[in-house]
């Protein structure tokens, strides 16, 4: 069986960027995973990486990819069903394709997927009108009228995005908007947006596609029903983590707590990106965070081998 001084659990930017700095440290690495680029691969227009002022997602990953495939990495693609350490201090992975393989250290890099809301409707029309990425789906929908739910970041920017290309945008806000001021200004400057406060989604109906959604006021509890033709649902993740071993540490949410480095509470076991608890979940703060966790990595396995 391989054995690599690192193995790499995820391709998004946090994987590929672990991956950089741990092969530039002479280390043998193998980076497993289902996809290369993570989220990027969802993300139409990034204006917010360092270096380049507008790049596509695919575009970003593309040399993300390329910068690492200029290294001697092992790239698997497959994903991780287990991973467990033995009392020798190596880690054991098991992958879907039927291999195994060896580290004498792990970086998840996993990343997170998008939460549902569980409602009437929601699984019926996912992608007949129901979807988790506005920037993927968006021109479906143009000179529609669609909802968003949600108060975050990703949410207010869906309802941007979407405001550009469609009739009418309402955005469905449970509690309050929790997003960056100078987004919820460009929010707050697009006629065609309509900000219900207080709103929960609470079913989605149609017949092949989907025709409106039942929204209720938090305050007085009561329900309308509006006409749309798309409801996007941008409420969080929910973090990649299935095959992790059970002593390993996370929060409420199931993100992997870390330290600055990326150390987990298990020897040899770092995390980097959005499937930790890192407040915000963004790119380059993933890629950073990788680089971190390959030096404590590196670190980890000079003094294991003193
Ligand atoms: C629609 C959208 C728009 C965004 N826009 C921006 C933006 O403009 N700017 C910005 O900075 N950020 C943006 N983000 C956030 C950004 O994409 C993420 O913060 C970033 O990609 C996180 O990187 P990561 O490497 O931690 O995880 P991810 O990108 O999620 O990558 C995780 C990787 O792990 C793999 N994986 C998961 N489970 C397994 C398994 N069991 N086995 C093997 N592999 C596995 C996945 O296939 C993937 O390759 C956006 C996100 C979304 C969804």
Excluded: W
Excluded at 132 to 149: I, L, Q
Excluded at 194 to 223: A, F, H, P
């Amino acid at each position: 069986m391989d054995t690599y001084d690192v193995v790499i659990i995820g391709g998004g930017p946090a994987g590929l960027n672990a991956a950089l700095y741990a092969v530039r440290k002479e280390l043998s690495v193998a980076l497993i995973s289902t996809d290369i680029g993570g989220q990027m691969l969802l993300t139409g227009e990034i204006e917010n990486y360092l270096g380049f002022p507008s790049i596509s997602g695919f575009e970003l990953a593309d040399k993300m990819e390329a910068h690492v495939r200029a290294y001697p990495v092992k790239m698997i693609a497959a994903g991780v069903k287990t991973l467990e350490k033995d009392g020798n201090g190596v880690f054991h992975v098991s992958l879907d394709d039927g291999n195994h393989l060896q580290g004498k250290s792990c970086i998840v890099t996993a990343g997170k997927k998008s939460r549902t809301l569980d409602i009437p409707g929601e699984k019926e029309y996912t992608g007949r009108g129901v979807s988790y990425c506005a920037t993927c789906d968006g021109p479906f929908y143009r000179g529609k009228t669609v909802a968003v739910v949600g108060g975050g970041d990703s949410a207010v920017q869906a309802a941007i995005e979407l405001s550009m290309i469609c009739e009418k945008v309402y955005l469905l806000v449970r509690s309050r908007i929790r997003a960056a001021e100078i987004v919820v200004k460009r929010l707050k400057e697009r006629d065609n947006v309509e900000i219900l406060m207080k709103y929960i989604l609470v079913s989605v109906q149609g017949d092949k596609k989907i025709t409106s959604i039942i929204v209720r006021n938090q305050n007085d509890q009561s329900e309308k029903e509006l006409s749309i033709g798309g409801v996007f649902i941008e409420v969080g993740g929910i973090p990649n983590n299935s095959y992790l071993p059970g002593d390993v540490h996370t929060n409420d949410g199931g993100e992997i707590i870390t330290d600055k480095e990326g150390k987990t509470n298990i020897a040899g076991l770092f995390a980097a990106g959005d499937v930790t608890d890192c407040k915000n979940k963004q790119i380059i703060i993933a890629a950073g965070e990788g680089a971190a966790a390959a030096l404590a990595a590196h670190e980890y396995l000079l003094r294991h081998e003193e």
